[in-house]
Structure formats: structure tokens, C-alpha cells
Nanobody
Framework: QVQLVESGGGSVQAGGSLRLSCAVS????????MGWYRQAPGKERERVAV???????GYIDAVKGRFTISRDNAKNTVYLQMNSLKPEDTAVYFC???????????????WGQGTQVTVSS
């Protein structure tokens, strides 16, 4: 059974940094894109960053230059380094992975449980 386990959330003051991690465990036949979404109170979930198997990355404008997504394919883990955090970055952050669990499975997205990031001014 595939599971995505996140860690690294917490509370920081504006200007601080946090690093989120998300490890995929269980049966994984093929792991494709990985990334992070976030959802702030009263707002829709938005995709923050994505990284392909080959290392190509994409970010929303609000985090460009401050956040860096990376992955370790040997460990099936994706990271999100968040620097110069702002109060508007406060949200629950969810990782996702587009993968095939077995050679007979369809590719689909799996989600982490979410980790709270709180940035105070």
C-alpha cells in the first residue's frame, strides 16, 4: 500500500525558513511527477511547486525565488525548501506523487496527510 509521509512543518516568524519532506513508501513501480500544494483557511487548494523525474521544476509566482523543490529518486522523497517566509505562506501543505503502484496499475496521484506551516509577522 502506497503512503506519503510528510514532515518538517511548524511555526516560524516572517523571514524564517522551513524544509518540508515527503517520503513515498510501499509498492512503487514507477514514480513520475512529485510536488506540493497548499491550502490556506477559506481558500482553495493551490499547487505551489512541481518537479519531474528529470528534475524540471515549476513554481507559482508567489513563491518564485523563495521556495526550492527538489527530489531524491533513490529515496522516493521530495523536498520543499522555504526561505524568506511570509505570513501569507501560512497554510496546510500537502505533497503529492503521480505514480504507478504496480506494472498493472494505472498512474494516479497519491497524497500526503498535510503538514501545517504557520508564519507570524
Amino acid at each position: 500500500q502506497v503512503q506519503l509521509v510528510e514532515s518538517g512543518g511548524g511555526s516560524v516568524q516572517a523571514g524564517g525558513s522551513l524544509r518540508l519532506s515527503c517520503a513515498v513508501s510501499g509498492s512503487v513501480f514507477r514514480l513520475d511527477n512529485m510536488g506540493w500544494y497548499r491550502q490556506a483557511p477559506g481558500k482553495e487548494r493551490e499547487r505551489v511547486a512541481v518537479i519531474t523525474t528529470g528534475g524540471y521544476t515549476g513554481y507559482i509566482d508567489a513563491v518564485k525565488g523563495r521556495f526550492t523543490i527538489s527530489r531524491d529518486n533513490a529515496k522516493n522523497t521530495v523536498y520543499l525548501q522555504m526561505n524568506s517566509l511570509k505570513p501569507e505562506d501560512t497554510a496546510v501543505y500537502f505533497c503529492y506523487a503521480d505514480l504507478r503502484a504496480t506494472r498493472w496499475s494505472d498512474s494516479r496521484d497519491y497524497w500526503g496527510q498535510g503538514t501545517q506551516v504557520t508564519v507570524s509577522s
